[in-house]
C-alpha cells in the first residue's frame, strides 16, 4: 500500500509540472526548500516519554492556478521530515524521524500585491520512519502507519516576483502509531521555506 501512495505521489508530481509548462500564462510553478520544527501532540502526559521539538527539512514545489485575481488553487508536492525528540525513562534522549512525501492542496487568498494567506487539506505517505536513542538506531516503519490526513494554515510574503518566504502550521488527525492500545501520537509541526518561481507570467507584446 505504501508504495502505491508514493507512485500516486510522484504522478502527481510529473502532471502539475506538465501542466504548469503547458499554461505559463495562467499558472506559476514554484520550488520551495526550508525547515521543519515539529513535535507530537498526544491525549495525556505519559510517564516514560515527554515529547519535545526536533527539526527537519523540507523540499518540493507547487503549482499556483489563479481562479481570479485574488483567489488561487494551490496544489504542493514535498519532501518532508516530520516527528519528535523527547526524553524517555528507559533509553534517555529519543529522536523519531518520520519521512513523508507530502501533498497539501491549499486555497491561497491575496492580500494584496506580496502577501497571502491560505488553509487546506493535506496527505502524508509514509516512506520510511527511524527510532535513534544513546544506544542504537533501528527502523519502525512498520509501527508507524502509512498514511496521515491533517490540514494545514499559514501566510506568505513575496520580496520580488520570484522570490518569496512561508511559514504554516502543520496539524495531523490520524494517530499515526499503529501500537496505539500503549501511545497514541499525532503529528504537529510548524514550516518554514524560501521559494523560488520557475515560471512568470507571460508578457503582453504590445501592438505596433
Avoid at 521539538?53 to 489563479?66: H, R
Avoid at 496544489?75 to 516530520?82: D, I
Avoid at 509541526?189 to 520557475?198: D, I, N
Wanted: net charge positive; charged share 20%; hydrophobic share 40%.
Amino acid at each position: 500500500m505504501r508504495k502505491l501512495f508514493a507512485a500516486a505521489a510522484v504522478g502527481l508530481f510529473f502532471c502539475l509540472t506538465a501542466t504548469a509548462q503547458k499554461m505559463k500564462g495562467k499558472t506559476f510553478l514554484v520550488f520551495k526548500a526550508g525547515a521543519n520544527v515539529s513535535t507530537f501532540r498526544t491525549p495525556t502526559d505519559y510517564p516514560d516519554f515527554d515529547p519535545a521539538l526536533k527539526t527537519g527539512i523540507s523540499l518540493g514545489t507547487f503549482v499556483e492556478i489563479p481562479v481570479s485575481d485574488k483567489v488561487v488553487i494551490q496544489p504542493e508536492f514535498y519532501y518532508s521530515q516530520m516527528g519528535s525528540r523527547g526524553a524517555s525513562s528507559p533509553w534517555g534522549t529519543v529522536r523519531f524521524r518520520y519521512n513523508y512525501f507530502s501533498i497539501p492542496v491549499v486555497l491561497k487568498y491575496r492580500l494584496g500585491q506580496s502577501f497571502a494567506a491560505f488553509i487546506g487539506p493535506e496527505a502524508d505517505i509514509l516512506i520510511r520512519a527511524r527510532k535513534r536513542d544513546q544506544y542504537s538506531t533501528e527502523s519502525i516503519t512498520y509501527v508507524v502507519r502509512d498514511y496521515d490526513l491533517g490540514f494545514t494554515v499559514g501566510a506568505e510574503a513575496w520580496f520580488s516576483p520570484k522570490v518569496s518566504l512561508a511559514a504554516r502550521y502543520i496539524h495531523g488527525t490520524r494517530d499515526v502509531s499503529l501500537n496505539n492500545d500503549h501511545f497514541t501520537f499525532f503529528n504537529q509541526g510548524v514550516q518554514v521555506t524560501v521559494g523560488y518561481k520557475l515560471y512568470s507570467r507571460a508578457k503582453k507584446t504590445r501592438s505596433k
